[in-house]
Structure formats: C-alpha cells, structure tokens
C-alpha cells in the first residue's frame, strides 16, 4: 500500500504565496496521475491542478496564471506553487494520486488521497 503526506499549508494575506508539497510513501512501483483538490466551507471538492507523469500539467481555469503544479518523480512528490492568493483560495488542499502498488507478486492501481492542508488567505 502508499499514502500521501502533505506540507505547506498556512496563512497568508491577500497576494502572498504559499507552496504545497506532498510526498507518497509506501511500496510503489509508479505513480501515473498526480494533482490537487480543494473543498471550501460548504461547497465540494473541486479540482484545482492535475499533472501526467510525463510532466503535462492541467489547471482549474479560477487558478490559471497563478498557480503552477510540478513533481518530482524521483522523489514522488507534487507540488503546487501558489502565487496571487486570493480570500476565495482559502480551503483545505487535498492530495492526489493514482499509484500502481506492488503486492506480492502483483501491482494494482490504487486513487489515494492526502489527509489534506489548509490553507488561509486573509483579505
């Protein structure tokens, strides 16, 4: 099995930046999509950034221009730079990621999340 750690979470005011990372963990044999979800107060959870193994990222049109998502494949780690914060990005960010686990002698495809960061953006 894996699980996702993620860090970087905090408050920040009205235009400031904050870095999100979140490592997987575990018996990984590869790692396809990675990406980033928020859930604001009394809403659902929302996609905010996705990126393929292969380094193509895709974005939420509401963070474009200012949030960039990377990983680190050698490493399994994603991260989410977040520039331009407004009060409206304030949620808790979720991690995500669909891992091929190794168990045994088999490897199966697992979506695991992140137990989630919250982030502040005060105005």
């Known amino acids: 099995q894996a699980q996702l750690v993620e860090s970087g979470g905090g408050l920040v005011q009205a235009g400031g930046s904050l870095r999100l990372s979140c490592a997987a963990a575990g018996s990984i044999f590869s790692i396809n999509v990675m990406g980033w979800y928020r859930q604001a107060p009394g809403k659902q959870r929302e996609l905010v950034a996705v990126i393929t193994s292969f380094g193509t990222p895709n974005y939420a049109d509401f963070v474009k221009g200012r949030f960039t998502i990377s990983r680190d494949n050698a490493k399994n780690t994603v991260y989410l730079q977040m520039n331009s914060l407004k009060p409206e990005d304030t949620a808790v960010y979720y991690c995500?990621?669909?891992?091929?686990?190794?168990?045994?002698?088999?490897?199966?495809?697992?979506?695991?999340w992140g137990q989630g960061t919250q982030v502040t953006v005060s105005s």
């Open positions: 995500n990621a669909r891992i091929v686990v190794v168990a045994g002698i088999q490897r199966r495809e697992y979506d695991y």
